[in-house]
């Protein structure tokens, strides 16, 4: 569809498959000059995905080569295909060399469906999209949902979302203020993934599990989730650790067994690197990654608490929680705070938003100091790029 806005540029080469179509190549006379004979080894490839690389380089996902025939359905897309049919409209807001973004994709247009990618994200843009569409399924990321959050009301009140029954959510923690107030907007659509590239394991949650365990990424999928202590110990429900999950992840990083040895238990069982616990029911709450756990007087800080409280704040649009140098304690709290009006920042807002923390976290948790930057490092998928900020500090 030449010239909409927020689709793939017009003038790409585009071709049809059900006849002739004006402006569009036909298939049978683009494809009539290729050798049509059986492969002798019809073998189907595998996809070399890359992490995002939020704690460091993104690494390949390698994984062994699939004995299917090339011509046949990935099996790990049979769970998204069932959510679709040839009436699903997706709206596609995240770049596709993300692994979800890809496989929904994928799973959309081997169901029939009808597929729409935003070149980039724009918040009005993407309801303008689902209004025009009537799109029925999507895919977010949380830093999507407070910008669009954030649109004035007038623009919020202009578009029509009721064609959309599934909204599917992931690829970094969710604010519980930020999720309640998608709920209230949109209805009980929202569905929350937990899982990565790297296939270790996945959980999944409805709005309405998610009412009754606000803050919970869901319950286990796949297989069964251990919370392990630093030497490998089994905790009880309410205790935070590394997550690890059993029986799942057939993978190594591509050129770098060292890195693949780190997430794997000596029970075999594998771990996308992050902390946090279940409760009695076996529901998942995240608290942040290992890497970035903040010690400040032997106590362990984890920042997405702190982000969550900040993040609530009217003036901050968007935050980053770390640890820094610290001569008697070992680590302090940082945060930086990008703000919704540029010219709010400085020191009276700073000294504003760690009273907030104050008021709703221990001493210990809340930041000594709060630095502004007008954009902090975020991928196109909305996650949060930690380590750049935590080596500027460090640094100093």
């Known amino acids: 569809m030449p010239g909409l806005p927020g689709l793939l540029d017009p003038g790409v080469r585009r071709i049809a498959c059900a006849g002739e179509v004006a402006g569009y190549l036909d298939w049978d006379h683009a494809a009539a000059g290729f050798d049509d004979s059986e492969l002798s080894d019809p073998a189907c490839g595998e996809v070399l995905l890359y992490s995002s690389g939020t704690t460091g380089k993104p690494k390949g996902v390698k994984r062994a080569t699939m004995t299917r025939p090339y011509d046949s359905a990935d099996p790990r897309l049979a769970a998204l295909m069932q959510t679709c049919t040839r009436d699903t409209v997706f709206l596609s807001t995240s770049p596709l060399y993300h692994s979800a973004p890809f496989r929904y994709a994928c799973a959309v247009l081997a169901t029939g469906g009808t597929l729409i990618v935003m070149k980039r994200f724009e918040p009005e843009q993407a309801l303008a999209l689902i209004e025009r569409h009537q799109c029925t399924a999507s895919l977010w990321v949380p830093t999507m949902f407070s910008r669009m959050l954030r649109l004035p009301d007038a623009v919020k009140r202009r578009y029509q979302l009721l064609s959309m029954t599934l909204a599917v959510h992931g690829a970094a923690p969710c604010p519980v203020y930020v999720k309640e107030a998608m709920i209230a907007w949109w209805g009980p659509v929202l569905y929350e993934v937990y899982a990565g590239t790297e296939g270790v394991g996945a959980c999944g949650i409805t709005s309405q599990e998610w009412l009754l365990h606000k803050g919970s990424v869901g319950r286990s999928t796949q297989a069964p989730i251990h919370i392990l202590d630093d030497e490998w110990h089994a905790l009880p429900a309410g205790q935070v650790g590394m997550i690890f999950f059993e029986g799942t992840g057939n993978f190594s990083y591509h050129g770098d067994a060292a890195k693949t040895e780190k997430v794997t238990s000596p029970q075999g069982w594998r771990t996308y690197g992050d902390l946090g616990y279940v409760d009695a029911e076996g529901y998942l709450y995240l608290t942040g990654r290992k890497s970035f756990t903040i010690i400040t007087g032997g106590v362990n800080v984890y920042p997405q608490e702190v982000e969550d409280v900040l993040g609530a704040h ?4 968007d935050c980053a929680v770390f640890g820094i140098p610290d001569e008697d304690l070992g680590e302090q709290v940082k945060a930086v ?10 020191p009276e807002l700073g000294q504003e938003l760690i009273a907030w923390c104050r008021s709703k976290l221990s001493a210990i948790k809340c930041p ?8 902090l490092p975020r991928e196109p998928n909305g996650k949060l790029y930690k380590l750049p900020l935590q080596q500027r500090y460090a640094r100093r």
Do not use: C, E, N, Y
């Open 337 to 346: 705070v990008q703000t919704v009006a540029p010219h709010d920042a400085g």
């Open 368 to 375: 000594k100091t709060i630095d502004f930057d007008p954009a």
């Open 314 to 317: 009217p003036a901050v649009a």
